[in-house]
């Protein structure tokens, strides 16, 4: 194996309206191309609650009250498919990388250091020495071992599901190499691994304990047994409610990245759910919670003008995007989803529903991943006399009531979406008033994750549209959302002409970690989803927005935009 020594190139820096690290230490400016290799120093000696801090220095203790609009329905950090899940999952658990927000660059955490062979199939780890379980066992690689195994393949004994295969996909094995060093095993190039060991998002490969890991899922929802490396423990999982966290003692091994040494300075973190946005924002203004995640987008100049900080980040992986269902009538014409693409006016969404802390998408991958490209002057432009041209010419024609006719059939469009984002909706009626002036009858329908997550399971046959996004903040996000041999999103079937075409031009994403190859590879993925084969209509480029009081500080984002609260801290002598 060769001993190259590499990391996902860097990104292009994310914009000032997407701070990643609010408060707090400074990040130490890292290489754009080097990995980067620090170890943490002693704790630092923050003031304790009640001291105040008029020159910013933290202050421990205190409680943080923090809203969301959805919530865990498992304690299990390998389970969870919403952001109040991953959220709480990422301050309980550890990941072996951390990834820079703003460069892309990959950098150390529970890994000081990493080897890369030649043809991107061997991952082999050197881990830190002096980290623990919560319960006091040691973090080593026999535990990296049995997290990979299980998380991949799952444990039907134990009624784990499979998880991995998206993340992991063409994952082998990982072997103990010594007590420190573990390798991880691809049967092909996996050049997105590098950025998945770091992955912070919904069912994310953080470390839990030899002793959870034996436990069936039933057993999981006890959150008392669920044991991690992370800066947070569990003191109550309430479903539907609140979770609420505790500080760990002897926590010392955040990412060097972020700088922070030492423990958590909060005592708690309560995350209480609160579906409503208005109740959210009342909530706030009434002083019964200290911040809030998604922030609707009528609040946030309210709130601001009141004076709470509004933070945000984009983010990163592909648009909210409107998946096409190639086998279904009548989004299995091209002619469809290309008018569909030109038909809807993106200046109203952006005025109307947006708000500066959202943006268009102009590429069904956000413009904060490496390889982005710019399709608003092509596709995805405003043009709804183009695509009238594309229906008629299809044989598309508008019958009395306005909506299209082919062969005595509708071009009715029934789309599945999610309303875990507050822009979703309204996004989507924009979207459908103008395609309705165009001759497209685009049917709605929008629910909460839980009924989503039943309705999606028979997309293929049910719904022309799914509406959602994937976040990765990796260009291989396209292969593993619309390669049909991963995550297969647009429905090719077996007889799609241009089928192993699309697995071939996808997969080369995940043959090279070199720069400009890969953003050659990224171009072409693009424009073969988007120009070639029309196969999804991007809407926005969401992002994850907080309003917070002003005496809360150091909430991080992170390279997904989940939030991570081992800096956290609360200055008692602003509230």
Known sequence: ??????????????????????????????????????????????????????????????????ALIDY??????????????????????????????????????????????????????????????????????????????QYVKGDEALGINPNGAVLFPNYVETTVDDEFTVTVTFSKPSASFLQASSFTANAGPGFLSLSTLALSAEERTDP???????????????????????????????????????????????????????????????????????????????????????????????????????????????????????GWNRESVEKTVLTDNYDIATSVLADSVTGYADYSDSVLKYDPDEAESILDEAGWVKGDDGIREK????????????????????????????????????????LPLADYAAAVASAKTDWNVVAANRSRNDPAVLNLQYSPLVGNGAYIAEDFEGRDDIIERLGRLELTLDPEQRAEYAKDAQDLLLEEYALVNPIYNPSQVIAQAPYVHGIIFDAQARNHFVDAWKDASAQ
């Open 1 to 66: 194996m060769s001993d190259l020594q590499t990391s996902i190139e860097s990104g292009k820096p994310a914009r000032k309206k997407w701070p990643w690290f609010v408060g707090g230490a400074a990040v130490a400016a890292i290489a754009a191309v080097a990995i980067v290799v620090s170890s943490l120093n002693g704790a630092a000696a923050p003031a304790t609650a009640g001291e105040g801090s008029d020159d910013g220095t933290p202050v421990s203790g205190g409680t943080l009250e923090f």
């Open 72 to 149: 865990q329905r498992s304690p299990d950090p390998h389970w969870g498919t919403n952001y109040a899940e991953s959220i709480v999952a990422d301050n309980i658990t550890d990941k072996l990388t951390w990834q820079d927000p703003d460069t892309g660059e990959i950098t150390p955490w529970l890994a000081e250091s990493w080897d890369v062979n030649d043809d991107l199939t061997s991952y082999t780890f050197h881990l830190r020495d002096d980290v623990t379980f919560s319960d006091g066992t040691p973090f080593n690689a026999e535990a990296v071992k049995a997290n990979f195994d």
């Open 224 to 342: 008392t047994k669920i044991i991690g490396t992370g800066p947070f423990v569990y003191k109550e999982w309430t479903e539907q409610v609140r979770t609420v966290l505790v500080k760990r003692d002897g926590y010392n091994w955040s990412p060097p990245a972020i700088d922070h040494k030492g423990e958590a300075y909060l005592d708690e973190v309560v995350f209480n759910v609160i579906p409503e946005a208005s109740v959210r924002t009342g909530s706030l203004q009434s002083g019964e919670i200290d911040a809030t995640l998604d922030v609707g987008t009528t609040d946030e100049a309210p709130l601001e003008a009141a004076g709470f900080d509004i933070i945000s980040r984009q983010v990163s992986g592909t648009a909210i995007f409107f998946n096409f269902n190639s086998q279904l009538f009548p989004t299995n014409d091209i002619a469809v989803r290309k008018a569909i693409q030109l």
């Open 407 to 446: 062969d005595g059939q509708k071009l009715e469009i029934k789309l599945l979406g999610i309303s875990n984002l507050v822009a979703n909706k309204p996004a989507y009626e924009s979207v459908q008033q103008d395609l309705a002036a165009i001759g497209i009858d685009l049917q709605l329908n929008v």
